[in-house]
């Protein structure tokens, strides 16, 4: 949170996702919930990542990009559904339903490439965006695309 230049919108000490939640609200969430949650608050700096509200001031939840169904799950996997990146912590039901990019498989995809982007730049730091970038100009020299 220290590097957080929204986290002044907060007026009160906040220190992360057991001020949202409560302790009782976190012991009953598996572990990778647990993170998947604490990075969405640090990525918002602790205000809904939708309308910028601070998140202690609504219903604070954790609103999935690529809906968390049976049918996705089977699809792409739980690296996929439970990627930090798959989520967004929100202060509402409003803005839980606009973070859900819903049935579109174009969308899934755009989401998908964050996470790889995401994973790439993790495994191999900034040289990881190099290698991926590689990947697709090579896809592109041969198709013949410059
Ligand atoms: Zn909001």
Redesign the pocket.
């Known amino acids: 949170m220290e590097n957080c230049s929204l986290y002044t919108v907060l007026d009160e000490p906040f220190h992360g996702l057991q001020d949202l939640l409560g302790i009782e609200g976190i012991n009953k969430m598996e572990q990778r919930q647990v993170e998947q949650r604490t990075e969405a608050v640090r990525r918002s700096c602790g205000v809904?990542?939708?309308?910028?509200?601070p998140l202690s001031e609504?219903q604070s939840q954790y609103a999935h990009k690529i809906p968390q169904k049976e049918m996705f799950i089977r699809k792409y996997g739980t690296w996929v559904i439970d990627h930090t990146l798959d989520g967004e912590m929100?202060?509402?039901l409003?803005?839980n339903a606009s973070v859900d990019v819903g049935s579109s498989y174009g969308n899934h995809l755009d989401v998908i490439s964050d996470i790889l982007i995401f994973e790439f730049q993790k495994m191999w730091g900034i040289e990881g965006l190099g290698k991926l970038s590689d990947k697709l100009i090579q896809k592109m020299r041969e198709r013949g695309i410059n």
């Open positions: 809904c990542s939708v309308c910028g509200k609504g929100v202060c509402s409003e803005c």
